[in-house]
């Protein structure tokens, strides 16, 4: 079984700060991971995702997270936060075996960020 | 332009009338899915097609049926909703092993009284 945490349901930060999103994630396989982006009243878009090439993955936005198997971790980072980045964040976990993918998709529960002046 | 598009983008129905809602993309994609969002709880996982003519269960199918008869279309169909379905639904496709990444369609937000 596949199962993704996200382990703060809130963030809060001021703009120009970094931001700190946290994912740990639990797989029998190699897994594929992802994190997404939803603005208010808006669908999802995709900001990174690992797939078993390097460990730190740059996104779009400014956005980068590190793989770290030993720890099961896959943190969602910014060096500087702008008020465009308020949204809610989607860690996710893709279900693999043996190399080929079931199609199953696992969601962690949603991180709200907010972003102040 | 490459996208998933879901309609209608607003439902609201009555329990036990039967309803559709379509996702088309144009990606060529093997793999389509849905899902639900409910506050709390993030997306789940309805049901999802590797391929035409195959399809799965995902977390919490109960309720609804799917069918792929053809690559690009893959309809969400409740036989007889219920309130507890009322909820924001997406569609996503992807190449076949979704390694790449999913593209999301803009949702459904379906209200059944």
């Known amino acids: 079984a596949q199962s993704v945490t996200q382990l703060d349901s809130h963030v809060s930060v001021s703009e120009g700060t970094p931001v700190l999103l946290r994912c740990n994630y639990s797989?029998?396989?190699?897994?594929?991971l992802f994190w997404y982006v939803q603005h208010p009243n808006k669908g999802l878009q995709l900001l990174l995702k690992y797939t078993s090439a390097a460990t730190l993955v740059k996104g779009i936005n400014g956005f980068e997270a590190e793989f770290k198997k030993s720890e099961t971790s896959f943190h969602l980072t910014k060096p500087s936060a702008h008020m465009s980045d308020a949204a809610e964040y989607f860690c996710v976990v893709s279900v693999l075996s043996g190399g080929t993918s079931y199609g199953k998709l696992t969601f962690g529960q949603g991180t709200i960020l907010t972003v102040h002046p | 332009e490459a996208q998933v598009t879901q309609n209608p983008r607003y439902l609201i129905t009555v329990t036990g009338k039967k309803l559709t809602v379509t996702c088309s993309q144009n990606m060529n994609h093997e793999y389509m899915s849905w899902y639900r969002q409910d506050p709390g709880l993030g997306l789940r996982q309805i049901y999802y097609s590797m391929n035409v003519e195959v399809t799965d269960k995902g977390d919490v199918p109960e309720g609804y049926k799917v069918s792929r008869k053809e690559k690009r279309n893959f309809p969400l169909i409740l036989e007889s909703p219920s309130p507890n379905q009322t909820s924001l639904y997406f569609c996503a496709s992807s190449l076949q092993d979704g390694s790449y990444g999913y593209t999301f369609g803009s949702g459904t937000r379906l209200t059944v009284v």
């Open positions: 797989s029998s396989y190699s897994p594929s």
